[in-house]
């Protein structure tokens, strides 16, 4: 079944048209990453698919669903989303930040989410005192790993990550890696991964899209992507 389907979407920001007849249909289970040249509509294609975005033309259809009619908050608690700029509210502790999207839920259970929270503190590799800081206080990819912890708090089906890891060290990034491919796995979900590191793409995606100028110029898998590059374009790719 198809939990993430773009159709036929045309998306413009003023007089630039970013995606023109778009279409993409995303399986259950599907780890599939992203890469693109800057500023080809990646960003713009996550943003659709929670209904960040809404589309000049086309429909975005969530679990069979067009998500047109459905209660959008009730849309994101089923959607991580891990975005760009990170994001984090600057008032609230991490424990807080990291916590945001079960407290839509109005949960009683305080001591739950609080033991949840330093579950992922640490899956995520921040130390749990960290929790009681405020975001200003971590460094650059402290603050992006707390973005991680607050996409998978809800254990969501489908995950959306926007360069998660660009502004962790290589080690970290590599732990990181890991985690989500073993997070894959255990959830079953469906995780659209957008990435500008090309080994990453291969190595995450169990499908890969690589996007240029708005459209798709190849989807496949890493073996066919570095056995059948499509362009010049994913052949200089995948060359690194
Ligand atoms: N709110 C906006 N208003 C006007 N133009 C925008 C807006 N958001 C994005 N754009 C433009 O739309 C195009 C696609 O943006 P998008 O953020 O989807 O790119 P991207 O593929 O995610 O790029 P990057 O790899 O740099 O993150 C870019 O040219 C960008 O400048
Ligand atoms: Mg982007």
Excluded: W
């Amino acid at each position: 079944m198809s939990v993430i389907e773009l159709k036929d979407i045309t998306m413009s920001y003023g007089p630039n048209r970013i995606l023109e007849h778009f279409n993409l249909s995303v399986e259950q289970g599907t780890f599939l990453t992203m890469i693109g040249s800057s500023g080809c509509g990646k960003t713009t294609a996550l943003k659709l698919m929670n209904g960040l975005l809404t589309p000049e033309q086309g429909t975005v259809c969530i679990n069979g669903t067009d998500i047109s009619h459905t209660d959008i908050n009730e849309l994101r608690r089923g959607i991580g989303y891990v975005i760009q700029e990170i994001g984090l509210f600057p008032h609230m502790t991490i424990e807080k930040n990291i916590c945001y999207v079960p407290n839509l839920y109005k949960s009683p259970d305080k001591a739950a989410i609080a033991a949840r929270a330093r579950q992922l503190a640490k899956t995520v590799g921040l130390d749990a005192e960290m929790l009681k800081r405020y975001p200003s206080e971590l460094s650059g990819g402290q603050r992006q790993r707390v973005g991680i912890a607050r996409a998978l708090m809800n254990s969501p089906k489908i995950i959306l990550m926007d360069e998660p890891f660009g502004a962790v060290d290589e080690i970290t990034r590599k732990r990181l890696q890991e985690e989500i491919l073993r997070i894959h796995e255990e959830l079953g979900g469906t995780i659209v991964f957008v990435t500008h590191d090309i080994k990453e793409a291969l190595k995450l995606g169990s499908r890969v899209l690589v996007m240029d100028q708005g459209h798709i110029i190849q989807d496949g898998t890493p073996a066919r992507l570095l056995e059948h590059p499509a362009t010049d374009f994913v052949r200089r790719l995948v060359a690194g």
